[in-house]
């Protein structure tokens, strides 16, 4: 049997899978990743797992995909720009070191669009020919699915809709104020449910309490979440949203407020905004990693 595999390497876990040719999991296994460790180390426990499955499944290894944070240079594979989360990242040449240590073909994306990519392909938007894909996690993660296929832009930072100014004047984990990230990911959450209860609380932990307080932190993440949708809306006439992240499973609290805030101001078009929460949920960035990879080998 001939598989793809499919790499999530996320700040806290790294979560690999084999996959089949209609890119149903033959095998998983998610490790700790060792981002304070430095490249070589994140890279390493993720070749470990994919020998590991491979060891165990027998399967024949065509290509490997990566999904992973920052800003990644998409045609030489190698992370650009990475968060302090990370030692060592920024800069690593990922899909080389995965090529010589396997012997297959590697390809490497930024998580968020190997999210998008997993969702347009077998997913919640799949067939769907323009989409904007959007991660609530920590940060704030977007992309673009344009014309059906991934839009990078010239620089490979097109869809990161996280760090748009314009909602308010708080702190950004990235240097500027405002940004989209400082209302709607985990981390704003949790600091704005402190804020106005001296509680503190995961977002997670927040989105359970379901008291006022948290009823209105997410009231006002998920009103922020929808301009930031109709921005998009009138700039690219994409209409057609799905999101995911830790957040995005508290979907119940936040698609009230994103569906009350686009009804109040709808695109300039006339076509309402469509919202739908992710479908393939924690194993969308491994397949859409591993979907590149069928692409790119066309297989």
Known sequence: MKAVAGVDIGGTSTQVALFADDLTVVDRLEVPTPASVG???????????VRLLLDRTGVRLLGVGVGAAGVVDVREGRI????????????FAVTAALEEALGVPAFLDND???????????GAVAGERDVLGMTLGTGVGGALWLDGALYG???????EIGHIPGFGDLPCTCGGRGHLE???????I????????????????????SDADALAVYEDAGAAVARALLVTAGLLDVTTVVI??????????????ILRALATEPPVSGHPVRVVPSLLGGDAVAVGAAARVRAELGI
Do not use: I, K
Request: charged share 20%; proline share 2%; glycine share 18%.
């Open 112 to 122: 968020v669009n190997a999210f998008l990519r997993g969702e347009a392909t077998a």
């Open 182 to 188: 400082t209302l709607a990911s985990g981390r704003a």
């Open 39 to 49: 490249g070589d180390a994140m890279v390493g426990a993720a070749l470990d797992a």
């Open 190 to 209: 949790a600091a704005r449910y402190g804020e106005r209860t001296g509680r503190a609380l995961s977002a997670r932990d927040v989105a359970e309490a």
């Open 244 to 257: 995911g992240g830790g957040v995005g499973r508290a979907w119940t609290l936040l698609e009230p407020s």
């Open 153 to 159: 832009g010239p620089h490979g930072a097109a869809g």
């Open 80 to 91: 650009l720009v990475a968060s302090d989360s990370f030692r060592d990242w920024a800069g």
